[in-house]
T-cell receptor, first 114, second 112 residues
Framework: GAGVSQSPSNKVTEKGKDVELRCDPISGHTALYWYRQSLGQGLEFLIYFQGNSAPDKSGLPSDRFSAERTGGSVSTLTIQRTQQEDSAVYLC????????????FGSGTRLTVV | DAKTTQPTSMDCAEGRAANLPCNHSTISGNEYVYWYRQIHSQGPQYIIHGLKNNETNEMASLIITEDRKSSTLILPHATLRDTAVYYCIARPIGGSQGNLIFGKGTKLSVKP
C-alpha cells in the first residue's frame, strides 16, 4: 500500500485480556518501529526491527509486551494481561533502511483498557 | 544522545514565517538534527534533517549554526494546517542506533 497501515484503529478491551495490534509497513521498507503515546504525552519508543537483525527491544515496558515481524513485513505487537496503564495510542512506523530520516507513521491503534 | 531543548509553545500569524528554535549544545559529530511534526490525532510526519549545512525542501528550511549547538526550523509561510507539535531530535544517522527518541517538542499554534 501507499502508507503504513495499522489495525484495528480502535480497540477496547477488559483488564487482564490479551490484545494483538497489527502493522503493515510500506512495501520494501526494511525498518519497522513501534511507539506508544499516552494521552497528552510524548512518544515512547517500544521496539525496532531492522531487516534480519535481532530486534531492539530496549523500550518494551514489561515482559507483558512482545512483538514479532514475520517475513520482514507485517508486525504484530502483543500485550498480555492488559492493565489500565496500557491505554494509549500505539503507533507503528517504517523506513527504507537504518537511517533515522524518512520515517512514515501509521495512524495508530487507540487502545482502551477498561 | 544529545539532549535537545525546545520552547514548550509558540504562536505564529498565518502567512508569516514560523521560526522554531532548538538547542543541542552537547551534539556529537556523528549526530544529525531531525525535525518531525505531529498534527493532532495523527502520527508524526518527517520534515527535514541535516548535519552541518543548511537544508531546504518543499516543507521547510533548516538552519544549523556553525558550531552545531543550535538550529532553527523555518516554515516560510505558515498556514493554519501547520498547527502541530514540532520535534527536534539529535541522533546518529542510523546503524545500531536506528530509532528516534522523541521529546516534548514545541506546540506551534498558527493563528488567523
Amino acid at each position: 500500500g501507499a502508507g503504513v497501515s495499522q489495525s484495528p484503529s480502535n480497540k477496547v478491551t477488559e483488564k487482564g485480556k490479551d490484545v494483538e495490534l497489527r502493522c503493515d509497513p510500506i512495501s520494501g521498507h526494511t525498518a519497522l518501529y513501534w511507539y506508544r503515546q499516552s494521552l497528552g504525552q510524548g512518544l515512547e519508543f517500544l521496539i525496532y526491527f531492522q531487516g534480519n537483525s535481532a530486534p531492539d527491544k530496549s523500550g518494551l515496558p514489561s515482559d507483558r509486551f512482545s512483538a514479532e515481524r514475520t517475513g520482514g513485513s507485517v508486525s504484530t505487537l502483543t500485550i498480555q494481561r492488559t492493565q489500565q496503564e496500557d491505554s494509549a495510542v500505539y503507533l507503528c512506523a517504517s523506513s527504507p533502511g537504518t537511517a533515522n530520516y524518512g520515517y512514515t507513521f501509521g495512524s495508530g491503534t487507540r487502545l482502551t483498557v477498561v | 544522545d544529545a539532549k535537545t531543548t525546545q520552547p514548550t509553545s509558540m504562536d505564529c500569524a498565518e502567512g508569516r514565517a514560523a521560526n522554531l528554535p532548538c538547542n543541542h549544545s552537547t551534539i556529537s559529530g556523528n549526530e544529525y538534527v531531525y525535525w518531525y511534526r505531529q498534527i493532532h490525532s495523527q502520527g508524526p510526519q518527517y520534515i527535514i534533517h541535516g548535519l552541518k549545512n543548511n537544508e531546504t525542501n518543499e516543507m521547510a528550511s533548516l538552519i544549523i549554526t556553525e558550531d552545531r549547538k543550535s538550529s532553527t526550523l523555518i516554515l516560510p509561510h505558515a498556514t493554519l494546517r501547520d498547527t502541530a507539535v514540532y520535534y527536534c531530535i539529535a541522533r546518529p544517522i542510523g546503524g545500531s542506533q536506528g530509532n528516534l527518541i522523541f521529546g516534548k517538542g514545541t506546540k506551534l499554534s498558527v493563528k488567523p
